[in-house]
């Protein structure tokens, strides 16, 4: 099984989604591989609209939030909380080195995410760019994103992301996927590599012709 996981950070508005999903679904509802799990990752305030949409005529598509709280349920003004994403999403990304950078969030505000993911039965993507940072245990998959990669068009070569995982000493349980300036130009030479299981999208999977134009 490949992941092909969209994250669509903070750049669509709702008219963008709808064109997104309208011109996905009419590629997408003519491919069928069952060793393919495509995950969109829209902006939260969208998810329920487009979600819907794209279920009617893709029901094999799986959703993701692009963040969630580090507290439960309460008095957090603001906040977007597992329990409030558990029957929206089935996988959540945390740890992302853009909410590393931009939020100041440690590898402590990435383990209570974690945790709450598993409360409320959501598959955690963890994003990671250094072998110091902490995998928590209830870790359902790592995305180890190269700053120097992402966003850049920079795209780590394959042998030096598999060095990086070797240092991870991973257990078979969690799944590793690369993500970092990916393109339909150099996807084949990563998914030829058993020892990655999928790949995290950002800049390429803004446009649904350039996300359809990676699925093997």
């Given at each position: ?8 950070k ?56 692009q ?61 990671i760019?250094?072998?110091t ?76 012709h350039?996300?359809?134009?990676l699925?093997?």
């Amino acid at each position: 099984m490949h992941y092909f996981i969209a994250n669509w950070k903070a750049e669509k508005n709702l008219n963008d989604c709808y064109e997104w999903v309208k011109t996905f679904s009419v590629q997408a509802m003519k491919y069928n591989n069952s060793n393919i799990q495509i995950i969109i990752c829209p902006p939260i305030a969208f998810l329920t609209s487009i979600k819907s949409y794209l279920l009617s005529s893709i029901p094999s598509i799986k959703f993701g939030a692009q963040d969630l709280s580090k507290f439960d349920n309460g008095k957090y003004t603001g906040e977007t909380t597992a329990q409030m994403l558990k029957d929206l999403v089935d996988y959540v990304i945390i740890g992302h080195s853009e909410r590393r950078t931009n939020h100041n969030e440690t590898d402590n505000h990435v383990k209570l995410k974690v945790e709450q993911a598993y409360q409320h039965g959501i598959k955690s993507i963890v994003c990671i760019s250094e072998t110091t940072q902490i995998i928590p245990s209830k870790t359902n998959m790592i995305a180890f994103e190269p700053l120097s990669a992402i966003a850049s068009g920079n795209n780590y070569p394959v042998d030096s992301i598999i060095e990086f995982k070797k240092g991870l000493n991973l257990p078979s349980t969690i799944n590793f996927l690369y993500g970092g300036s990916v393109n339909k130009k150099n996807i084949d030479s990563y998914l030829q590599n058993q020892e990655i299981d999928g790949f995290l999208i950002g800049t390429a999977s803004l446009d649904p012709h350039d996300f359809f134009s990676l699925l093997p």
